[in-house]
């Protein structure tokens, strides 16, 4: 099983930027699928997720009304498209699916079973 993260890069502040988490040997469909973050000397943070039934979708209050989690079944493939971002979204981004994950559980790393290696979004002021 292998995720792929890409997307990250260099943007100024209020710029765009749409993540992308591939995979490869399972199906995404089959899985809840979150997008966490980590900031030099912080704690990894959950950022969003969706759900694999029904495809619902949560966010972090801190990314409310900015990002958006969807999911492309056809292309096994799973988006994050971030919008208005900040200096404080800065961060190393992780995509990472389970396949039991429950609603309680969605905000805690450790109910994951499969982690992407990250990609590196840095936003500029």
């Known amino acids: 099983v292998q995720l792929q993260a890409s997307g990250g890069g260099l943007v100024q502040a209020g710029g765009s930027l749409r993540l992308s988490c591939a995979a490869s040997?399972?199906?995404?469909?089959?899985?809840?699928v979150a997008w966490f973050r980590q900031a030099p000397g912080k704690e990894r943070e959950f950022v969003a997720s969706?759900?694999?039934?029904?495809?619902?979708?949560y966010y972090a209050d801190s990314v409310k009304g900015r990002f958006t989690f969807s999911r492309d079944n056809a292309k096994n493939t799973v988006y994050l498209q971030m919008n208005s971002l900040k200096p404080e979204d800065t961060a190393v981004y992780y995509c990472?699916?389970?396949?039991?994950?429950?609603?309680?559980?969605?905000?805690?790393?450790?109910?994951?079973?499969?982690w992407g290696q990250g990609t590196l979004v840095t936003v500029s002021s």
């Open positions: 990472a699916a389970d396949s039991s994950l429950i609603l309680s559980s969605i905000r805690d790393p450790v109910q994951y079973d499969y």
């Open positions: 969706i759900f694999r039934r029904g495809g619902h979708t």
């Open positions: 040997g399972l199906t995404f469909s089959s899985y809840s």
